[in-house]
């Protein structure tokens, strides 16, 4: 290991750990360079805290750690958990980075051993698209505090990275919700208790659900979003500045209002 000014790593040629960590999983990998390229291979590691940190503080790359890395690595882990329960099998897939950062991926595993889990990213002329699928995606969705008893559905994830600016779809279909405390509010304050009844209980299906936003600094703009289901559907739009303010208009319509005006 060689580290250079500003604590950057210069050159790594071996990295091995075997050690137990707080949540007692195990945890063996050997990062391991090969001429100029990487090897990440393991019988198993707890990625949760990393997942968590990507997912809700959108924390910097772990290869920002090093000084203009450019390298292919080449993944091969067996287990990868992404919570205490959960965990990604048979990881494998490489990733290309230029100047420490990611330039394209290619990853693919099983979420708890049969779900489907791919994550691609490719970039084509400084354009830099990254699709994700996930089968089930509801170990990945809990790290957000809003929403709570998530449950079901596939996971439909894509965005274009361009000059700074990010567009992104999200999609999510046939999946529940046991609680959305956000939701919960808007609906008492409709007196809609009946509806608002369904929140805590079995909970409250939807059969889509669509994100398209568009992010820049600091700022993310939801240019539309909606939620489809038989208790409920909305329709929202409105701009989110990080850790400032949240500004969202739209429409909430209950089912049993639609089935009255049918009637």
């Known amino acids: 290991l060689e580290i250079g000014k500003n604590d950057k790593i210069k050159s790594l040629d071996l990295f091995k750990i075997d050690i137990i960590n707080k949540n007692e999983k195990d945890n063996k990998l050997e990062f391991k360079k090969v001429n100029n390229n990487y090897y990440l291979t393991g019988s198993q590691f707890d990625g949760s805290k990393n997942i968590k940190n990507i997912l809700v503080n959108s ?22 958990f992404v919570d205490k329960k959960s965990y ?13 950062k990611i330039f394209n991926s290619n990853l693919s595993a ?6 489907n889990f791919e994550l691609k990213i490719v ?13 089930k995606p509801a170990p990945f969705i809990k790290n957000f505090k809003f929403i709570k008893g998530f449950k079901d559905g596939n996971l439909n994830y894509e965005s274009f990275e361009y000059e700074g600016k990010i567009k992104s779809n999200l999609k999510i279909v046939d999946f529940k919700v046991q609680e959305v405390p956000v939701l919960a509010k808007l609906l008492t304050l409709a007196s809609l208790q009946g509806i608002a009844d369904l929140l805590t209980g079995e909970g409250i299906r939807f059969t889509d659900f669509e994100m398209d936003y568009e992010s820049l600094g600091n700022t993310t703009t939801i240019n539309e979003m909606y939620a489809i289901g038989p208790a409920i559907s909305i329709l929202m739009s409105g701009y989110i500045e990080k850790n400032k303010l949240v500004s969202l208009r739209g429409t909430l319509v209950p089912a049993t209002t639609i089935n009255r005006t049918i009637s």
């Open 123 to 135: 970039t084509n002329n400084n354009q830099k698209i990254t699709k994700l699928d996930i089968e």
């Open 88 to 100: 990604l099998s048979n990881v494998k897939g490489e990733i290309q980075l230029k100047n420490s």
């Open 110 to 115: 099983k979420l708890n051993k049969n779900r």
């Open 59 to 80: 924390s910097k790359s772990i290869f920002s750690n090093f000084k203009n890395l450019n390298t292919y690595i080449y993944l091969d882990i067996d287990k990868y």
